[in-house]
């Protein structure tokens, strides 16, 4: 793949503000995790072109964007979410260990087109459901069904990475909380840009950094089934930073 010129990348992201609408619409699950509802198709369009804005300057770099590039930092191991340990039984290519990988995706321009079209495509194909993960043992996640949660959502955005080549090292799913208190997971893919948040709350594809959300826990790099704590000094952004967005705009 090609890298990625200064002057791709600034067409390719570009500085906005999260959509707290579909924040407002958030749907809650029994163990707390949202699941945005959708504009139609023809008002989405409308809204991610209203929303692009011009990228910065291609001959400069601020502190800000190097600031961006601080990783999300591994503490101690911790248990796996229950359900991730069902889903590995269920799906256990999505959970194999790769040695060979790379941990960070060269975010050129194809990698950024790929991002944007599968965090799009899932955020819309997926209709938002509460789901029960009782005693019984019914619900459960699930790799692109009708209908679901942001775990079905997150799940599915890795499952279409890993089909498309991407390393399973720089897909980690994480567990965290809202600024009101709900669980809910994301997908972090880790870049040589740093690393980025796609979520099915908004159709901002964000750095970790630029989400008001509080870090518990994440899929670890060197397997899939292992997770840790995420350590909390590496969030590095102020909150009025934490108010800006990296969008994947239209080419």
């Known amino acids: 793949m090609a890298r990625m010129h200064t002057d791709d990348l600034n067409r390719a992201f570009s500085w906005g503000r999260p959509n707290a609408t579909l924040l407002e619409n958030a749907m809650t699950s029994i163990i707390g995790c949202f699941g945005a509802r959708r504009f139609p198709a023809i008002c989405m369009a409308m809204f991610v072109g209203a929303l692009s804005v011009i990228g910065a300057n291609a001959g400069s770099r601020s502190p800000q964007d190097s600031r961006l590039l601080t990783p999300i930092v591994d503490a101690s191991p911790t248990l796996a979410p229950f359900q991730h340990v069902r889903f590995c039984l269920r799906y256990p290519s999505d959970c194999k260990s790769d040695p060979t990988g790379n941990e960070r995706i060269d975010l050129n321009a194809e990698t950024a087109k790929l991002l944007k079209r599968v965090n799009r495509s899932v955020n819309m194909s997926i209709i938002p459901a509460p789901k029960s993960y009782g005693p019984n043992l019914g619900d459960a996640w699930t790799i692109a069904p009708g209908t679901g949660d942001c775990n079905d959502y997150a799940v599915t955005k890795r499952h279409k990475l890993l089909e ?18 709900i ?62 967005t990296v969008r994947l705009a239209d080419q």
């Open 164 to 181: 498309h080549g991407l390393p399973s090292r720089a897909l980690r799913l994480s567990v965290v909380k809202t600024a009101s208190g």
């Open 183 to 244: 669980g809910h997971l994301v997908l972090v893919v880790v870049t040589t840009r740093g690393d980025i948040v796609m979520d099915d709350l908004t159709e901002a594809i964000r750095p970790w950094q630029s989400t008001d959300y509080h870090w518990l826990k994440i899929q670890s790099a060197t397997d899939p089934k292992l997770w840790y704590e995420i350590k909390r000094a590496a969030v590095g952004l102020s909150m009025s930073q934490a108010d800006q």
